[in-house]
């Protein structure tokens, strides 16, 4: 994994809106929003709880769909 996180790829990856990835890392769907269109950056454990989730997603996403 690439240290860049793809934030629309997670989501979609699992199914999530922007209301529920914040809800699951405990942010505001407006900050989702802002990271997904790169008008800023997760940061912390923010960043730490997205990192997993992308591998989570990964690893369902179908071979050639990976972030």
Do not use: C
Request: aromatic residues 4%; without cysteine.
């Amino acid at each position: 994994m690439s240290n860049r996180i793809d934030i629309k790829f997670i989501r979609e990856a699992l199914g999530l809106s922007f209301e529920g990835l914040g809800e699951r890392i405990g942010v505001h769907r407006t900050t989702v929003n802002r990271w997904e269109n790169g008008r800023s950056e997760p940061k912390g454990a923010a960043r730490k709880l997205l990192e997993n989730l992308q591998r989570e997603a990964e690893a369902r996403a179908p071979e050639g769909e990976a972030a």
